[in-house]
């Protein structure tokens, strides 16, 4: 099988694998359909996938992964840098040597009585400047046809690597999934990725988080671009004109909702276009202007909660040739039900684990028993989605003309402002944070720090990481601007004063003003005040005809309260405390200017 691989650099690195792994059978992926049907059927043969109602679903089928293996397992995964100063004080540090070392052994032999499927694959549009090639190899045939959907991948992503030695090194195997012998190891210094002891699919589809951020995040700083965990839309104005932003948002914060919008029914002749829901590869164009690339192929999204109402897109994109990890499972008609879904629950279903459940089974403290895991997927390919973008393939990207950030406040933070420049913007992402949920891990209503929703992604030092943002923004002409949103504003009785979903394209709507007005207009004037944390809408700037909305709301909604920010100041302080000296001056400048603006 290998004999058949022209690449000597690839050639060599695999046949290293195969003696440390000793697969029964090592198996080429070319991305085929007939191969597809093959590893489907053989999949379905070991119980690994389930098929679904191909009448109501088809081409779907149905996975569960092991019940201690439903997420991200952010303690057992490490940057591994010669030096450990480089991995920075927000990611876990494992020396190569080490590394290799303890984890070396326990892939020896791994795949024994196994098949090793190697699958090399494109992250990017095919031809793309900015496209980067990887192979990874894995003795799961869920993680292939997961991969399938994800990535470009197959014998067109050994066309295109021809014979470079320039592509990233994955190496997985499930081992005996135990979490005592699970590691996610990244060698940025490499380009290579090890991870073994899990099936789920962000530890083991190595293109996801992976190589999309971790590794990513660090040859692009080495190479001059930009990899971030932003959503890239194109809003579409009633002339037609379309404004392309970038947006980054922790988990639970309304990321894939922005990214499929549908607009509401008052705001006519707009348009939503996704080019992606996740990752977004950006570099600076001959123009100047920043233009983004999604390295993916498909979408990978949480399901509960999702229906016609929070997402009808995404709900319309997984009706078919999709796989569902860890949902309720109807045994009889062989559909699927997760919380949140339209549908009501199944009388008797199988829950995420397998086991017999019912929508009333109870725990032993008398609370319902979820029968979708809190995190279960749907893999689905974007070409799929009603809104995909015209130009979501197209190979140079798309030029972005906003980024915004956002996050969960129920106090401090307005709906939308606008930083004042670049810097004062990067501060801005620097310091996006929220309030955590009673469905995420630790105190609720702790807040949580998370520059650029980066904190579990990035490759190398974060201090490093705001330096090189700072850095990269002199190096355009015409950079995009910067934003902050927070949809989850409270009033004093605990309800939200904005109604969400497709509503938050009137604050969309807002940013795209500020971004084509002329360059001289955007300090102030009529659709803006100048606070101390940046340019906030005046009421009257907001579209809010056909929505039900008070005054008084809309007025806080937009306000800035002086003691609210002045503690929010004392907070990051103990934030930033652990970068120590490495904190750019600049960062620390726009803290202080925070400050002395409140006073």
């Known amino acids: 099988m290998l004999e058949s691989i022209a690449n000597q650099h690839l050639k060599g690195w695999l046949d290293g694998v195969v003696v440390l792994l000793k697969p029964d059978s090592v198996r080429l992926c070319d991305g085929s359909e007939t191969e597809k049907e093959e590893l489907t059927a053989q999949a379905l043969k070991t119980g690994e996938l389930v098929e679904l109602n191909q009448e109501k679903l088809p081409g779907c089928y149905y996975h569960r992964t092991a019940s201690n293996d439903v997420a991200r397992t952010e303690h057992l995964t490490f940057i591994c840098t010669t030096d450990r100063q480089n991995a920075g004080p927000t990611n876990n540090w494992m020396s190569p040597e080490d590394a290799k070392a303890k984890v070396g052994a326990l892939f020896d032999g791994a795949m024994k009585g196994r098949t090793m499927y190697i699958m090399p694959y494109v992250m990017g549009p095919i031809g793309s400047p900015y496209a980067k090639i990887g192979v990874e190899v894995t003795d799961s045939i869920y993680v292939v046809l997961n991969m399938r959907i994800m990535t470009r991948m197959g014998a067109k992503a050994l066309e295109m690597l021809g014979d470079s030695n320039n592509f990233n090194r994955g190496m997985h195997s499930k081992g005996d999934l135990s979490v005592d012998r699970r590691f996610i190891l990244h060698f940025p210094e490499e380009n290579t990725i090890w991870s073994i002891g899990s099936g789920y699919g962000g530890n083991v589809l190595l ?6 951020l971790r590794i990513a995040s660090f040859l692009g700083r080495k190479e001059g671009w930009l990899a971030e965990h932003m959503l890239i839309v194109g809003i ?12 980054a948002f922790p988990s639970a914060c309304g990321k894939t909702n922005l990214a499929m919008m549908v607009p509401p029914e008052s705001m006519k002749g707009y348009k939503i276009w996704t080019v992606g829901d996740d990752i977004a590869w950006m570099n600076i164009g001959k123009d100047g202007r920043l233009y983004a690339i999604n390295p993916e192929n498909g979408f990978f999204g949480v399901v509960p909660g999702t229906n016609m109402k929070t997402n009808p897109n995404a709900m319309l994109t997984m009706q078919k040739n999709t796989i569902y990890t860890n949902v309720v499972l109807n045994p009889e008609d062989k559909t699927i039900w997760w919380e949140g879904h339209d549908e009501s629950a199944p009388e008797k279903a199988l829950d995420w684990q397998g086991n017999e459940w019912m929508p009333e089974t109870l725990d032993a403290d008398g609370k319902k028993v979820k029968g979708a895991h809190p995190n279960s997927r749907f893999t689905a390919p974007a070409s799929q989605c009603p809104c995909i973008s015209p130009n979501w393939e197209a190979p140079e990207g798309v030029p972005i003309s906003a980024i915004i950030f956002g996050g969960r406040r129920a106090k401090t933070a307005p709906l939308v402002y606008q930083s004042r420049d670049w810097q004062h913007g990067v501060y801005v992402g620097a310091t996006m944070a929220s309030e955590r949920t009673a469905a995420q891990y630790g105190k609720q209503g702790e807040l949580r720090y998370d520059p650029m929703a980066m904190l579990p992604f990035c490759g190398y030092n974060m201090a490093e990481y705001f330096k090189y943002w700072l ?10 601007k910067i934003f902050h949103v927070n949809w989850f504003r409270q009033g004093d009785g605990g309800n939200f004063l904005w109604p969400g979903f497709g509503e938050n394209l009137r604050a969309i709507e807002w940013v795209v003003n500020r971004c084509n007005m002329a360059a001289d207009s955007t300090k102030s004037g009529d659709n803006a005040d100048e606070t101390s944390i940046g340019f906030v809408p005046k009421a009257s700037a907001l579209n809010t005809s ?6 008084e709301n809309l007025a806080e909604l937009l306000r800035v309260d002086k003691e609210e920010w002045l503690q929010e100041v004392e907070n990051r302080n103990e934030f930033f405390k652990q970068f120590g000296e490495d904190l750019p001056k600049e960062i620390k400048e726009e803290q202080e200017k925070l400050k002395k603006n409140l006073g």
């Not at 293109?207 to 999309?212: A, E, G, T, W």
């Not at 579409?236 to 947006?247: I, L, R």
């Not at 056909?546 to 005054?551: A, D, N, T, V, Y």
Request: net charge positive; proline share 9%.
């Open 471 to 480: 850095e990269f923004g002199k190096r355009m002409t015409n950079p995009p």
């Open 546 to 551: 056909g929505l039900e909305i008070s005054q």
């Open 236 to 247: 579409e104005d009633p002339n037609g004109k379309v404004t392309y932003v970038a947006a």
């Open 207 to 212: 293109s996801k988080k992976c190589l999309s």
